[in-house]
């Protein structure tokens, strides 16, 4: 079983930073997409940011941009979300994902993690 574990969430005031971390359990042997998203309650789960390998390219939704920045290595060892001037907005609960091939797969997959509670409040 192949598992995804984030870390770095929690509770902070409006303008401050945290820094998630994803760690997969096992290793891939090559890796298509690394990306970090994010659902509310009542809503559907919206893409925040992801790294494509074949490039590489690195997009990020419009409310983001210019305060999030994502990275990762190209093996998806360890995928990070830096995130900065953080808005009640923004409060979620954040999932990493990640595309690619494991020795578990029959072939390529899409790994999901249990995701982390970040929550922007005053």
């Known amino acids: 079983q192949v598992q995804l574990v984030e870390s770095g969430g929690g509770l902070v005031q409006p303008g401050e930073s945290l820094r998630l971390s994803c760690q997969p359990s096992?290793?891939?042997?090559?890796?298509?997409?690394m990306a970090w998203y994010r659902q509310v309650p009542g809503k559907e789960r919206e893409l925040v940011a992801n790294?494509?390998?074949?490039?590489?390219?690195?997009n990020y939704t419009e409310s983001v941009k210019g305060r999030f920045f994502i990275s990762g290595d190209m093996f998806g060892s360890t995928v990070s979300l830096q995130m900065n001037s953080l808005k009640p907005e923004d409060t979620a609960v954040y999932y990493c994902k990640i595309d690619g091939w494991t020795t578990e797969s029959a072939g390529r997959k899409d790994y999901w993690g249990k995701g982390t509670l970040v929550i922007v409040s005053s």
């Open positions: 790294i494509n390998n074949i490039g590489p390219t690195v």
């Open positions: 096992t290793g891939f042997f090559s890796v298509m997409n």
